[in-house]
């Protein structure tokens, strides 16, 4: 039997790169890239000036056709990720579109050595060329990947260096005071032309809604659900609100006119991620930057109350093993209601006995270790408890005078002063009197020509005394803070009586909320109920 021989047919490959034509053999399809890293005045020239060059160089050059310039005008070299013509010049390259790349330099190619290599050696198994013209290196020639990993670490250590300048010259600004802001995204302020913080007057009045929603007893959740019912917008013109803006809003200290400055920082210069500062970096707190939206006194209570409802989860003998509780905002007495045999909360809850549902509150925690714990509490109907409250609410605002007046009473015990408080030019007059004392000793003892026991026995008394006056001043100013906003709030109770009539037919959660502090379950017949104004009120319980 013969054998047949064996025929092979070779199947030609389909070249799409043939890497062994030069490149100065054949018609090249060129293009440029350019970028400037900022948007600053003074580099945009830079920019136009690289695609005007770039433009007049390849459309010169009658080996050469245009394939176009891209160009990323104000976008970071230290990564492509966002560089959008960058990854399109890629793209066509890699398509045929493109035989060699010009580019300025590699710092405007690229400051990341990964990113950098990792594009070259990419185009450069396509015998895609980029020449870098400062440095004079064709990715194509024998020498030029060592070059270009050479300059590209380089490059990334310069921009090592100007991401810590930056970094330097802006804690030099926070220094200073100099408040940067994104206004784009900040509900109340804008800027003026010196880069100040000024009021928005129509978002600085949805700032005080929402923090007067928060001291009523509004949850972020209502609140997010009340300011979507009314169609008001966020500061970036969406329709939906996120609990997380609320909650970042009620407690960024800019609404009461101060700024703390670096409250994160960036930890890694490639990659720009920014971490919350824990203290790693300095942080520096600036009073009084700018116009206030909220005042100060209610900025601090919406603080209080953002406590008060964070330390409602159970106290550990009534929390089961990693169980928290939630804040409601449905219930005004939720967290208020005390026990007045353990001191922990009251808690609101539903009986069902032959069919019949019944609400009361009872002490937590007897309901959850049992009589042993908390054996004397009283179980009070929800019906007389809200009656009871609404009582005493009437009592006082019946009387609104005489509520004002012993508000008025307990804002001096704060201040604990009777005395008129020294005037701020005062301090001012005596610090200069004190100072040019010692600048008189000063010079006495130059002209002396000797240093003796006596002179510094009177410099340290004179040093002793200024900073005395300094401390004196110091602690005047906080009283002053103090009193007015004592004054604030006693005009805002004032105003609020005013429009409140003294027949309350039901219970208003609202009005609670506005102003009951505590309700202290003394037994099954009476009740201690305390005001946010100090006003403690001994209220009798009535089942009938």
Same mark, same amino acid.
């Given at each position: 039997?013969?054998? #047949?021989?064996?025929? $092979?047919?070779?199947?030609?490959?389909?070249?799409?790169?043939?890497?062994?034509?030069?490149?100065?053999?054949?018609?090249?399809?060129?293009?440029?890239?350019?970028?400037?890293?900022?948007?600053? @005045? *003074?580099?945009?020239?830079?920019?136009?000036?690289? $695609?005007?060059?770039?433009?007049?160089?390849?459309?010169?050059?009658?080996?050469?056709?245009?394939?176009?310039?891209?160009?990323?005008?104000?976008?970071? %070299?230290?990564?492509?990720?966002?560089?959008?013509?960058?990854?399109?010049?890629?793209?066509?390259?890699?398509?045929?579109?493109?035989?060699?790349?010009?580019?300025?330099?590699?710092?405007?190619?690229?400051?990341?050595?990964?990113?950098?290599?990792?594009?070259?050696?990419?185009?450069?198994?396509?015998?895609?060329?980029?020449?870098?013209?400062?440095?004079?290196?064709?990715?194509?020639?024998?020498?030029?990947?060592?070059?270009?990993?050479?300059?590209?670490?380089?490059?990334?250590?310069?921009?090592?260096?100007?991401?810590?300048?930056?970094?330097? %010259?802006?804690?030099?600004?926070?220094?200073?005071?100099?408040?940067?802001?994104?206004?784009?995204?900040?509900?109340?302020?804008?800027?003026?032309?010196?880069?100040?913080?000024?009021? $928005?007057?129509?978002?600085?009045?949805?700032?005080?809604?929402?923090?007067?929603?928060?001291? *009523?007893?509004?949850?972020?959740?209502?609140?997010?659900?009340?300011?979507?019912?009314?169609?008001?917008?966020?500061? #970036?013109?969406? @329709?939906?609100?996120?609990?997380?803006?609320?909650?970042?809003?009620?407690?960024?200290?800019?609404?009461?006119?101060?700024?703390?400055?670096?409250?994160?920082?960036?930890?890694?210069?490639?990659?720009?991620?920014?971490?919350?500062?824990?203290?790693?970096?300095?942080?520096?707190?600036?009073?009084?930057?700018?116009?206030?939206?909220?005042?100060?006194?209610?900025?601090?209570?919406?603080? @209080?109350?953002?406590?008060?409802?964070?330390?409602?989860?159970?106290?550990?003998? #009534?929390?089961?093993?990693?169980?928290?509780?939630?804040? =409601?905002?449905?219930?005004?007495?939720?967290?208020?209601?005390?026990?007045?045999?353990?001191?922990?909360?009251?808690?609101?809850?539903?009986?069902?006995?032959?069919?019949?549902?019944?609400?009361?509150?009872?002490?937590?925690?007897?309901?959850?270790? %049992? $009589?042993?714990?908390?054996?004397?509490?009283?179980?009070?109907?929800?019906?007389?408890?809200?009656?009871?409250?609404?009582?005493?609410?009437?009592?006082?605002?019946?009387?609104?005078?005489?509520?004002?007046?012993?508000?008025?009473?307990?804002?001096?015990?704060?201040?604990?002063?009777?005395?008129?408080?020294?005037?701020?030019?005062?301090?001012? #007059?005596?610090?200069?009197?004190?100072?040019? *004392?010692?600048?008189?000793?000063?010079?006495?003892?130059?002209?002396? %020509?000797?240093?003796?026991?006596?002179?510094?026995?009177?410099?340290?008394?004179?040093?002793?005394?200024?900073? =005395?006056?300094?401390?004196?001043?110091?602690?005047?100013?906080?009283?002053?803070?103090?009193?007015?906003?004592?004054?604030?709030?006693?005009?805002?109770?004032?105003?609020?009586?005013?429009?409140?009539?003294?027949?309350?037919? *039901?219970?208003?959660?609202?009005?609670?909320?506005?102003?009951?502090?505590?309700?202290?379950?003394?037994?099954?017949?009476?009740?201690?109920?305390?005001?946010?104004?100090?006003?403690?009120?001994?209220?009798?319980?009535?089942?009938?």
């Amino acid at each position: 039997m013969g054998t #047949t021989a064996k025929k $092979v047919s070779v199947i030609p490959a389909k070249v799409q790169f043939d890497t062994s034509i030069k490149l100065s053999d054949k018609m090249l399809k060129v293009a440029a890239y350019c970028r400037v890293s900022t948007d600053e @005045e *003074e580099q945009d020239s830079s920019y136009e000036a690289q $695609v005007e060059y770039y433009t007049n160089k390849i459309q010169d050059n009658p080996n050469w056709k245009f394939a176009g310039i891209y160009a990323d005008d104000g976008k970071s %070299g230290t990564n492509t990720k966002k560089r959008a013509d960058f990854k399109t010049m890629v793209k066509d390259a890699l398509n045929g579109k493109i035989d060699m790349i010009l580019t300025k330099s590699v710092s405007r190619f690229a400051r990341n050595t990964v990113d950098s290599l990792v594009t070259i050696r990419e185009l450069k198994a396509k015998n895609i060329a980029i020449v870098f013209e400062k440095e004079g290196v064709n990715t194509l020639e024998g020498t030029g990947e060592i070059l270009i990993t050479i300059l590209s670490s380089l490059a990334q250590e310069e921009s090592r260096n100007i991401s810590e300048n930056v970094r330097w %010259g802006i804690a030099r600004k926070f220094e200073k005071g100099k408040v940067l802001v994104n206004c784009a995204k900040f509900m109340g302020y804008t800027k003026n032309e010196n880069g100040d913080l000024i009021i $928005v007057p129509k978002e600085a009045e949805i700032v005080r809604l929402i923090y007067r929603l928060y001291l *009523e007893g509004y949850s972020s959740v209502k609140i997010k659900k009340y300011l979507e019912d009314r169609e008001i917008k966020t500061a #970036t013109g969406q @329709e939906r609100w996120h609990t997380t803006v609320i909650d970042n809003m009620l407690c960024n200290e800019k609404y009461m006119g101060d700024a703390l400055l670096q409250k994160t920082y960036t930890v890694d210069f490639m990659t720009k991620k920014r971490v919350v500062n824990n203290g790693i970096v300095p942080q520096y707190y600036v009073e009084n930057d700018h116009e206030a939206i909220i005042p100060k006194e209610i900025y601090y209570r919406v603080q @209080e109350e953002r406590m008060r409802r964070a330390n409602l989860c159970k106290a550990a003998v #009534t929390r089961k093993k990693n169980q928290k509780s939630k804040y =409601s905002s449905l219930y005004a007495l939720t967290g208020i209601v005390i026990c007045g045999k353990c001191g922990h909360e009251y808690r609101r809850v539903t009986w069902s006995r032959n069919g019949q549902k019944k609400i009361v509150w009872r002490c937590s925690n007897r309901l959850t270790n %049992g $009589v042993k714990k908390c054996p004397n509490s009283e179980t009070i109907k929800e019906e007389a408890l809200n009656r009871a409250v609404m009582e005493a609410i009437h009592k006082i605002t019946c009387d609104d005078r005489e509520f004002i007046e012993t508000f008025r009473q307990n804002v001096i015990s704060v201040i604990n002063t009777k005395e008129a408080l020294r005037e701020e030019e005062d301090y001012d #007059t005596l610090l200069k009197n004190k100072q040019e *004392e010692m600048l008189a000793l000063i010079m006495e003892n130059a002209k002396a %020509g000797e240093y003796t026991q006596e002179f510094d026995a009177r410099y340290h008394a004179i040093a002793e005394e200024i900073q =005395s006056i300094k401390k004196n001043q110091t602690e005047t100013r906080k009283r002053e803070e103090t009193l007015r906003e004592c004054n604030q709030r006693m005009y805002e109770i004032d105003d609020f009586l005013r429009t409140t009539t003294c027949r309350i037919p *039901e219970f208003d959660n609202d009005l609670v909320r506005r102003l009951i502090s505590t309700v202290k379950i003394i037994s099954e017949e009476k009740l201690m109920i305390q005001f946010k104004s100090g006003i403690v009120v001994e209220q009798e319980i009535r089942y009938d």
